[in-house]
């Protein structure tokens, strides 16, 4: 599936910034076999006085900013065309009682390697609940594979996508107690239910293709950003992706930015300013396939 990815972030300030500085993480990856980015360009206004693009330790593209006179708003515009595969088939998995001998036998620290993957985060911390609450979803599983879907399908089954239940620095505890929240909640409480039964998870940020209501015509903008989660299955599985929001194993309908540990690892937009009074911001996301 070819996609057009446009996003468009604008920050307005009260009064003047006296400089800033800011690190994003917006660019479709490129993934040999399952996401090719053909093409991409992020542009920055006003024109920053400095600008690095690397990766971090993740393999994450990486754009670095910075200001160092007075600027009252930024706009970040990122166009990209993106190539989307289904990748390879869903193999064989390894049974739970199996997981921690395959775990002992990985020597690399690599970005890959499920070792980084295991304990709790800031964002994703081991929680007593959310251990009891996995452990008793996977009752009655026998594989890795299996185990994660029906953590993935409980939480689905249990929590109410609420977009206004939590904010960005709501802790998973609160959201999962409340059993309500958006994509970066399901995503954070499923992070920290896998790793309580010792399954490595990590979470992705990315872009979801949304499809409009039956004879409606998408809407320009309506689109948005998306966070699903990750799970280490064996060494013979690997890494798969499911969808805790959607209930749905990772499809070509989702196109990937960025991996981490959790959302402080891929945070699209991080940065400090100098800086008095209050900020406003609008964002707009357009995944447009053109296969059709």
Not at 257 to 269: C, I, K, L, T
Request: charge should be neutral.
């Amino acid at each position: 599936m070819n996609y057009k990815i446009v996003l468009r972030i604008t920050y307005d300030y009260a009064h003047p910034a006296a400089a800033g500085r800011h690190l994003v993480r917006l660019m479709p990856a490129d993934l040999p076999g399952r996401q090719r980015l053909v093409a991409g360009l992020l542009e920055i206004l006003p024109k920053p006085d400095d600008r690095w693009d690397a990766q971090d330790f993740f393999g994450n593209a990486t754009t670095s900013f910075g200001y160092r006179g007075a600027h009252d708003t930024i706009a970040l515009s990122v166009s990209a065309r993106v190539d989307r595969t289904e990748g390879r088939g869903l193999g064989p998995s390894i049974h739970l009682r199996e997981l921690p001998t395959d775990l002992a036998r990985v020597g690399a620290l690599g970005p890959e390697s499920p070792l980084h993957f295991l304990a709790g985060t800031q964002r994703a911390p081991l929680d007593p609940a959310m251990t009891d609450y996995a452990a008793a979803a996977i009752k009655g599983t026998m594989t890795v594979f299996d185990a994660v879907q029906a953590v993935g399908l409980a939480l689905h089954r249990d929590m109410k996508f609420d977009a206004k239940a939590t904010n960005v620095d709501t802790p998973a505890a609160e959201a999962f107690a409340a059993r309500r929240g958006v994509c970066q909640d399901f995503s954070h409480i499923m992070i920290a239910c896998l790793r309580g039964i010792g399954i490595p998870a990590g979470y992705v940020s990315g872009f979801l293709r949304t499809r409009p209501p039956k004879g409606k015509p998408r809407l320009e903008g309506a689109d948005a950003m998306h966070a699903w989660v990750r799970a280490w299955c064996g060494a013979q599985l690997g890494w798969v992706e499911y969808d805790p929001t959607n209930a749905v194993v990772i499809d070509t309908n989702h196109i990937v930015v960025a991996y981490g540990r959790d959302y402080f690892d891929v945070a699209p937009v991080k940065g400090m300013l100098r800086v008095s009074g209050g900020q406003t911001t609008d964002q707009a996301v357009d995944v447009i396939p053109l296969d059709q």
